[in-house]
């Protein structure tokens, strides 16, 4: 049979494009426009004909066991990649169960956008079965949002959902569509380039502000880089460590900036803050000239922030200019993308040996390093991250929950590569690690994906382990189990006298640790071990990391162990904890 002349193939292609097609259909192709290879969904009546949409489409459809779990797998995926995560509920408690997942990605500033079906039109407003106010709810906790009441518009909306979710400072942004607009034929129209006039990003520094940070280097005697999170959101890791090792001055991150400069370089002063390095809060507080870089001087690390570097020079970089001055007042404000910053200020650089203050830092270091009991009799927590740390040979991808696992996790394994670790900061939100790590599996499938996590935390999404097992994702768990509530236990230790207010997790009536993790674990189909000694580990951890597909641990552990060093709540550097 003759082919028809490419004429005729490009005109056929253009009648089958004016085709109608169900608003439902065009979110589809608006969604592979945009490049998007899998969403977490969860399926419900108002979202049952994007359901039906996603089957003709190569878009891989991850069902999770829970709404808020595909969230946090959504926010996950955008952590380990950089790209934006999508996830997708029905109306009413569908949606309002993506909400923790959609706070915590605004905190942490990661690109997400979170559709949600609505009940068709006419019931808007009228407490109609499944009906809430997506858009009201997650106002305050989003980048933006749109409730889009004509098919025509969502080839628009999605075009700019996406562009606003990963641009300037990235976040969530919910698209909500009513059922019978995902019914309605429309003959869409796919968008070009995306401008918004009401959206102007300033990426550029001044020559002035770069001359003005430049001087205050060189007056400087002991200057401190203090970055976060906006250094591996603006792809600027590698501008950050030339700039390091050229101007000779120490980097200490925030939690989320860790990986951003790696720990095994000689300027590294690892992380600061409530639970940080003795060595990295005093450097960033005894420092003359505090060069902050795409962080925002939130209170867990300053603590009162009229204590924080009170003698020093200020210089804040950020994208965000909302919060230049939020905080922590700067002498020298520059609203700019900050790799583009770095690369302005790598051409001139201005070396010096800082002898005086590089021998302080190396004293606090050698009097105050990270340091815990040890024991042959019974496992310590910070051992079995520095035991993943050498089987892994520190290359594995590393997802926590929220609480004392998540600090010594951050503690104990050295960090290499923007990235690397996955966690709640902002929010700190319990539930988090389990199906955040299986959006960082499901991203990138042949790296070792490690969640550590706490029994607490554990049980918030437990019930990700189906998804997991189902879908056929490796993802590595790891449960630092104590029985307790590990950080509100220890801050009922440390400040209300032990008095122990609902932080006891284990059950009375039972002879052993409660629940039994192996045991759920094998009922969703997935090997597991337990751990009692620290002679155990090394063998467990290898038999977790050779096993093909996912595997738990549950290690066993004191729950009397605290996290140290601490700044208490509000407290300043000088009252760190460090015993």
Known sequence: MK????????????????????GADIVVRCLEAQGVEVIFAYPGGASLELHQALRNSKIRVILPRHEQGGAFAAGGMARVTGKTGVCMATSGPGATNLVTGIADAYMDSVPLVCITGQVAQRFIGKNAFQETDIIGITRPICKHSYLVLDPAELPDVFAEAFYLANSGRPGPVIIDIPKDVQQQLCVPRMPGAVHMRTYALKTDPLSEEVEAIRAAIRRAERPCLYVGGGIITG?????????????????????????AFPE??????????????YYGNYAANECDLLLCFGARFDDRVTGDPATFAAGATIVHADIDPSEIN??????????????????????????????????????????YPLSYHRSDRVIHPPLVVEKIYEAT????????????????????????????????GGLGTMGFGLPAAMGAKVARPDELVINIDGDGSFQMNIQELGTIQTEDIAVKMVILNNQHLGMVAQWEDRFYDSRRGNTVLKNARANRPYPDFVGIAKGYLIPGREVWKPSELEGAL????????????????????HVLPMIPSGKSYRELMVE
Request: glycine share 6%; aromatic share 8%; net charge positive.
């Open 3 to 22: 082919k028809p002349a490419r004429s005729a193939q490009i005109s056929r292609a253009a009648r089958s494009a004016r085709q109608p097609m169900k």
């Open 235 to 259: 792809n600027a890791h590698a501008e950050l460590r030339r700039f390091a090792e050229e101007w000779n001055i120490p980097v200490v991150t925030t939690l989320l900036g860790i990986g």
């Open 264 to 277: 095994t370089h000689p300027l590294s002063l690892k992380w600061l803050g409530m639970h940080g390095t």
């Open 326 to 367: 939020k905080n922590k007042h700067a002498d020298i404000a520059v609203i700019c993308d900050v790799r583009k910053l770095l690369g302005r200020l790598l051409e001139q650089p201005v070396r010096k040996e800082y002898a005086a203050w590089h021998a302080q830092i190396r004293e606090w270091k050698e009097k």
């Open 393 to 424: 040979r520190g290359q594995a991808t590393i997802v926590t929950g929220v609480g004392q696992h998540q600090m010594w996790a951050a503690q104990y394994y050295k960090y290499t590569r923007p990235r690397q670790l996955l966690t709640s």
């Open 542 to 561: 290898r038999e977790m990391i050779e096993t093909d597909g996912p595997f738990l641990l549950d290690v066993h552990v004191l729950y009397q162990e």
